[in-house]
């Protein structure tokens, strides 16, 4: 299968503990975001990358929220210190860039629940 | 306000019959716009992009865009049971992220 794959798919924590999710973009795509959608709601966005670099972050993501994308591959997000309103599906996407930016591919999600 | 906005339903239509899904959106200076479906539990995938206004079709799928009232549509002709989903309009600017609205649920009635 060479779509888009996250992981782990679900993880169950406590408030103020970390975590960390995994994204593994379809290898050809360039670009790589992240996006988090509670119920009802549509994907919210997070922050993206286009190779290594992280080209922007949403205003609303706070300090406790980091990403890195090593080497341009995959893609880890980690929440620190985390809270209750964290809870949601962090979903990952990758794309091409140019006229491809706004065909994304999405993984099946990493669901969070805080307790 | 939003920049995407679609009434989120949910839009009940016969089996056969047209749903017409609807979104506006705040900024003039969005190029091109997409719809996702989204099914219960699954994550989004495309159906439809357009980029210039008019129709444009694809199967039972019809996008429409005008760029005059920010306006996008999404016509499904011939409903059908597994059409019942959430659809999800998404508008893009330039080369920022795209900007999702918080979706439709369309339920098709058998």
């Known amino acids: 299968d060479t779509g888009v794959s996250q992981d782990p798919r679900h993880k169950i924590t406590k408030r103020g503990q970390n975590v960390t999710f995994r994204c593994d973009p379809i290898s050809e795509h360039n670009r790589l975001y992240w996006y988090r959608q509670t119920l009802g709601q549509g994907p919210e966005f997070l922050t993206y990358?286009?190779?290594?670099?992280?080209?922007?972050k949403s205003r609303l993501l706070s300090d406790r929220f980091s990403a890195e994308r090593p080497k341009g591959s995959f893609s880890t997000l980690e929440i620190q210190r985390t809270e209750q309103g964290d809870s949601a599906m962090y979903l990952c996407?990758?794309?091409?860039?140019?006229?491809?930016?706004?065909?994304?591919?999405f993984g099946e999600g990493s669901r969070l629940t805080v307790l | 306000q939003k920049e995407v906005e679609q009434n989120s339903g949910p839009l009940s239509v016969p089996e056969g019959a047209i749903a017409s899904l609807n979104c506006t959106y705040s900024?003039?200076?969005?190029?091109?716009f997409f719809w996702y479906r989204q099914y219960s539990g699954k994550s989004p995938e495309l159906i439809m992009s357009i980029y210039s206004n008019g129709d444009k079709e694809d199967g039972r799928f019809t996008a429409q865009l005008n760029k005059a009232s920010q306006y996008v549509s999404l016509l499904i002709r011939d409903s059908q049971p597994s059409d019942s989903a959430t659809y999800l309009c998404?508008?893009?600017?330039?080369?920022?992220?795209?900007?999702f609205g918080k979706g439709t649920r369309l339920s098709v009635i058998a």
């Open positions: 900024d003039r200076v969005s190029q091109s």
């Open positions: 998404a508008a893009l600017r330039g080369n920022t992220p795209l900007v």
């Open positions: 990358f286009q190779n290594e670099a992280q080209l922007e």
């Open positions: 996407a990758s794309s091409l860039q140019g006229a491809g930016t706004g065909e994304l591919f």
